[in-house]
């Protein structure tokens, strides 16, 4: 059980837009900074949103990400093949003194 | 380019201990500015956060792991090392290091993972 909460899965079409929702508390998201990482089938994760909004060098700006009270969401605009992969929110949760992720949310580009 | 690599054994028997060095190229472990983690990935299953150091030698972990866990650092070989007590089946996963930018809430550089499995 995550202490964030993500939905399982999100399809789309090619082209098309998507969000993935991460869902938290006071003691984490409400607190701190969130970050998201990108997993593709078989790597290690990458990271793609930090302090909330912010793109690391050479992340496209398809890619965007923004935070309200206890939630944050990912959003990916014209959505590629290769954009298929695992999307993980996380961020600190102050009450566990300890980084937390979401459960992850596997993105299928139909 | 920051590089981190994990390293040990890619097997170890139920109730023994779990050993894994990350050897960290292209930057120093003695900066005071982040914290050096570990992070598992059971197969099939999510990211789960072990815990991290900073170089003054505070730690924190998950506190379902912290009695069972142990990360140091090694600022003169520029590594930084995972033991996990006492395994079960349960702690097989691809085990993967990372830096941890404290005060911001990010992992900015993973290392490649390594597969740990345990098994008699």
């Known amino acids: 059980q995550s202490v964030l909460t993500q939905p399982p899965s999100v399809s789309a079409a090619p082209g098309q837009k998507v969000t993935i929702s991460c869902s938290g508390s006071s003691s984490n998201i409400g607190d701190n900074y969130v970050s998201w990482y990108q997993q593709l089938p078989g790597t290690a994760p990458k990271l793609l949103i930090y302090e909330n909004h912010k793109r690391p060098s050479g992340i496209p700006d398809r890619f965007s990400g923004s935070k309200s009270g206890t939630s944050a969401t990912l959003g990916i605009t014209g959505l590629q093949t290769g954009d298929e992969a695992d999307y993980y929110c996380?961020?600190?949760?102050?009450?566990?003194?300890?980084?937390?992720f979401g459960g992850g949310t596997k993105l299928t580009v139909l | 380019q920051l590089q981190l690599q994990e390293s040990g054994p890619g097997l170890v028997k139920p109730s023994e201990t779990l050993s894994l060095t990350c050897t960290v190229s292209?930057?120093?472990?003695?900066?005071?500015?982040?914290?050096w983690g570990w992070i598992r990935q059971p197969p099939g299953k999510g990211l789960e956060w072990i815990g991290c150091i900073y170089n003054a030698g505070s730690t924190f972990y998950d506190p379902s792991l912290k009695s069972r866990v142990t990360i140091s650092v090694d600022t003169s070989n520029n590594q930084f090392s995972l033991k996990v007590r006492s395994v079960t089946a349960a702690d097989t996963a691809v085990y993967y290091c990372?830096?941890?930018?404290?005060?911001?809430?990010?992992?900015?550089?993973w290392g490649q993972g390594t597969l740990v499995t345990v098994s008699s």
């Open positions: 996380g961020t600190w949760d102050d009450s566990l003194s300890a980084g937390v």
């Open positions: 292209g930057g120093s472990t003695s900066s005071r500015s982040y914290c």
């Open positions: 990372a830096r941890w930018v404290g005060g911001f809430e990010y992992l900015d550089y």
